[in-house]
């Protein structure tokens, strides 16, 4: 086999764990600490930016707290208004139907009875006029 030849074999096993070597302590000296201070600035980010999230959602609910405070009195001011004015016109029609009735309709349901009474007194008239 080739590959376990004796003259080719040491060389080969000498350049692999030089290059490995190298490979290695480039890595430890400079990738691994760049890697290493960009994961540090990254959490430092995040963290800065958890509080600052935390800051703004206490604000938020502040905020709301302070809205609902100032909100309240005037829903409830216009919730009594409302209800005063259904009450209002909810008299204003009982009233206005009740008089209604006792002077405009109370005289054509009058008017409205004579003109069927006499409608029957005619129709009974004429059905006695008939039949003789």
Known sequence: MPQLDKVSFFPQLFWLVLSFL???????????PTISKSLKIRSKVVQLQYQSLHTLDTEATQIIQAKELAILPSIAESKNALQSTTTYAEKWYQDSSRKLNEQQLITLNEEYIKSVAELAAKRYLVTLCSTK
Not at 22 to 32: A, C, E, H, R
């Open 22 to 32: 190298v490979f290695y302590i480039l890595s430890v000296k400079y990738f691994l």
